[in-house]
């Protein structure tokens, strides 16, 4: 594990250390590490398109208070967009689910 990078940043290396354990216990097989090694040559190869699409939700982004609105299924994921986009971007933004939605946020 690299030392004197955020934690965040350090998933990658904890989440490959913890897939290599997995593997030596027979937990998973070998397709799963093909699998990782397609997705990093796709992120290499594309590494430029992704960062200009960022910038670009980004730049439409930063003018506005997000508000994210999802059903129960992926309330964990608009949960984890919000805590994103508060502490790294330092945006107001708020998730409400849209049952809640139905009664709450139009009262």
């Not at 999802?70 to 508060?86: I, S, V």
Request: aromatic share 6%; charged share 20%; glycine share 4%.
């Amino acid at each position: 594990m690299p030392t004197g990078i955020e934690p965040r940043a350090a998933l990658p290396f904890s989440f490959g250390i913890q897939l290599a354990v997995f593997e030596k216990c027979g937990c998973i097989d070998e397709s799963v590490e093909h699998s990782l090694e397609r997705l990093q040559q796709w992120s290499t190869e594309n590494h430029d398109r992704i960062h200009e699409e960022a910038k670009s939700l980004a730049g439409m982004l930063a003018p506005t208070i997000p508000v994210i609105y999802t059903t129960t299924k992926y309330a964990p994921a608009a949960l984890r967009m919000r805590q994103q986009l508060n502490e790294n971007s330092r945006m107001l933004c708020w998730d409400h689910l849209i049952p809640e939605h139905n009664h709450n946020e139009l009262l």
